[in-house]
């Protein structure tokens, strides 16, 4: 998550835990609605660098099944939330999250984020 920036439902996977079982568990933690693995499929695998020591692998799914109504339960974290179409994203929106949203249409499977901005 970062500043004044749209975002995705997203989060760290805890130890023994799945991909997609995290996935569950932070859009019932941040936005409260229910997922079920089964019902996820995959849309990106996306290779961050973040710094010139750190890189994180994104991955990213959808779903077009779930339960319940979508609403903000980390308001220390988020001040909005909505619904746009594909080809009328909102900006600013984090990198890699834009890349995702734009796989849905493109179908590629595998980005690298931020690489050359590192060079040694």
Known sequence: MLPQQWDLISGHVEAAES?????????????????????LDFVLLSHNRISQDTTYYNIFFTSQHFQGQPHILEAQKHDA????????????LVKDRKLALEALRTGQTYVEVDFDAYED
């Open 19 to 39: 991909v997609r079982q995290a996935i569950v568990r932070e859009a019932k933690e941040e936005i409260g609605i229910d997922l079920h693995v089964d019902d």
């Open 81 to 92: 939330l909505d619904w746009f179409p594909l080809d009328d994203l909102p900006s600013p």
